[in-house]
Structures are given as structure tokens and as C-alpha cells.
């Protein structure tokens, strides 16, 4: 019977720079909550739908691991297609809760980058989540990063499973595979290994002191949240999605025009109208000034750049 570990909420300003810290981050969902559940014996964080069940970045303290004492935290963070809040909110709580630590000098020990095997295909939400993720990470932090991928248990057809995780690794994770990242599994019954030796591997190949991109581009660099890449690249996902809701509804005025306009259709342009109310604001929030344009141009000219890289994951 795997052993039951009793945690702790922890608060970032109480993290110390010998914590062994490691992030859980991916889609709604795919599982954070219910792999903390797991390592620890515990019952109750994980949800049962698809809805969030992690509104916020939150750090969990194991308490009297024989092994790793009272050293161990996981961080359970929210995706980026969370059901209560938006994608530049949980950027937001991400980077000011890394910041906070970074400023700290306490860096992630490893990052279980959580992804469902049941996914048929990588599309829209999954896919949004990995390209950020890759935005904020960065090249020199993928050796700490492992790609975990859930659910094996639910898979209906192991060999078109084998199948989807090899495309994975060909397609979408071949660039961080190539800068380290480690690929697992993570089986919830007995019939795999025990996810415990996913932690142990994910420590012992940690490299020291590496901060994300995004810490770099926040701390030391003095950027702010717009200007990193991920904040770039949440700039052009909204500028996407303001395009697309845009053509929506001016394919639904037409309609109107054309005397095909009912109640339903009125009610659909009325909800669109306020997305793309909601979308304005933060897309006008994300640009980037002139004067701090320029004011960042001439700090790379004089060599105040980022040591790292983001990780480019393919459309």
C-alpha cells in the first residue's frame, strides 16, 4: 500500500532556497490536481469533470518524506483555458507568483508538464496551453521539465495511445526533447510503476539554479509581463481570437440584413458583442507603448538581454 504524506500550504515568500520546489502545469483537467493526490495518498483536490478545480497558483508542502524531510513542495497551477478566469489572469498569478520566488533565489527544481493521452488530436486548448508553456519556460529550463502524460487508464485503444505519444514526441515536444526535457508516463493504479520514481529521476537530473525565461525576462531584465514572450505571445492568440469573434459577427449581421435574423440570433450577437468587449480590454492592455519599445530595443543594443530562449512548439 503506497504510503499517505500529509501536506502544508505554503505561501511563496516562505519558500527558501533549498526547497525542493517542482510545478505541475497544463491544461484544465489533464490531471495536476489528481497527480498530487496520488504522490501523496491523499483524497479530494481533484476534480471529476473538466471544469478547474485550481483557481490559483498554490504551493503544498510534504510534510516527513523519508527521503526528502519536509524539503518537497508542489505547485498546482491553473491552465490557461480555465473555466473561471482568463488567459491573461492565470498568466498574471503565474508570474507573480515565480517572481516572487525567483526574487527569493528559490528556482523550480522540475516542471511535470501534464498532458491527456486521451486527447485525439492537439488542438485548440492543449495546444494553446503547450505554446505558452514553451513562451515561459524557455531552452535552458527544459532539462528540469518532463512531459507527463495522464489517463493511460482510460485509453480505450493502447495501440493508438502508443501511437499519439509518438507523435508527440515527433511533432509538438520534439524541440524541448532536444534541449533535455524528459518524457513519462503516469499510471494512477497499480499496474505501472510508481509515479514516485518520475520525482526521484526529475531531482536527481535537476539542473541547479536554473531560473524560466519568464523570471529572467521579469527579474532580471526588468521587463514587464507584456513585453516577455509569453505576454507576446497571449498578444497575438487575443489578436487572433478578436479576428475570428469579429468575422462571426458580422457573418450574423448579415443574416440579420438578410431577414433571417430570430430571437436565437439575437441573443448570439448580444454574447459576442460582450466577448469582443472583454477581448478589447485585454488586448489593448497587452500592447506594448512606443516609448517602451524603443526603450527595450536599446536595452538589448547595450547587451541587457535574457540568457534563454523560448521554446518554439509547432502550429
Not at 529550463?141 to 495511445?161: F, P, Q, Y
Not at 547587451?303 to 521554446?311: M, T
Amino acid at each position: 500500500m503506497a504510503a499517505t504524506y500529509s501536506t502544508e500550504p505554503v505561501k511563496a515568500g516562505n519558500l527558501e532556497s533549498e526547497d525542493i520546489v517542482i510545478a505541475l502545469m497544463g491544461p484544465t483537467g489533464s490531471g495536476k490536481s489528481q497527480i498530487i493526490d496520488t504522490l501523496t495518498g491523499q483524497k479530494g483536490r481533484a476534480g471529476t469533470s473538466l471544469k478547474s478545480v485550481t483557481d490559483e497558483v498554490s504551493a503544498h508542502r510534504v510534510m516527513g518524506h523519508p527521503q526528502y524531510g519536509s524539503k518537497l513542495v508542489f505547485v498546482d497551477t491553473p491552465g490557461f483555458d480555465d473555466t473561471n478566469k482568463s488567459d491573461k489572469q492565470i498568466l498574471e498569478m503565474i508570474s507573480q507568483w515565480m517572481t516572487k520566488t525567483y526574487k527569493r533565489r528559490v528556482t523550480l527544481t522540475g516542471i511535470l508538464y501534464i498532458h491527456r493521452i486521451t486527447d485525439v488530436r492537439m488542438s485548440g486548448t492543449p495546444h494553446r496551453n503547450l505554446r505558452m508553456f514553451g513562451e515561459l519556460c524557455g531552452d535552458k529550463s527544459a532539462r528540469n521539465v518532463v512531459l507527463l502524460t495522464t489517463m493511460w487508464d482510460k485509453a480505450k485503444n493502447i495501440e493508438e495511445a502508443n501511437k499519439r505519444e509518438a507523435g508527440l514526441k515527433e511533432r509538438y515536444w520534439n524541440v524541448m526533447i532536444h534541449h533535455g526535457a524528459d518524457v513519462a508516463r503516469f499510471y494512477i493504479n497499480s499496474s505501472g510503476p510508481s509515479p514516485w520514481l518520475i520525482i526521484d529521476k526529475m531531482i536527481k537530473r535537476h539542473l541547479l539554479g536554473q531560473a524560466l525565461l519568464l523570471q529572467e525576462e521579469m527579474v532580471d531584465v526588468g521587463k514587464r509581463l507584456n513585453e516577455t514572450n509569453a505576454g507576446k505571445a497571449l498578444f497575438r492568440d487575443l489578436e487572433g481570437l478578436l479576428n475570428k469573434q469579429n468575422k462571426t459577427i458580422r457573418s450574423l449581421e448579415e443574416q440579420a440584413e438578410g431577414g433571417k435574423q430570430d430571437a436565437d440570433v439575437e441573443r448570439e450577437m448580444e454574447a459576442l458583442r460582450k466577448e469582443i468587449e472583454n477581448i478589447m480590454k485585454e488586448f489593448e492592455s497587452m500592447k506594448i507603448p512606443l516609448g517602451r519599445r524603443i526603450a527595450l530595443f536599446f536595452g538589448k543594443a547595450f547587451g541587457k538581454k535574457e540568457q534563454a530562449a523560448p521554446l518554439i512548439v509547432a502550429t
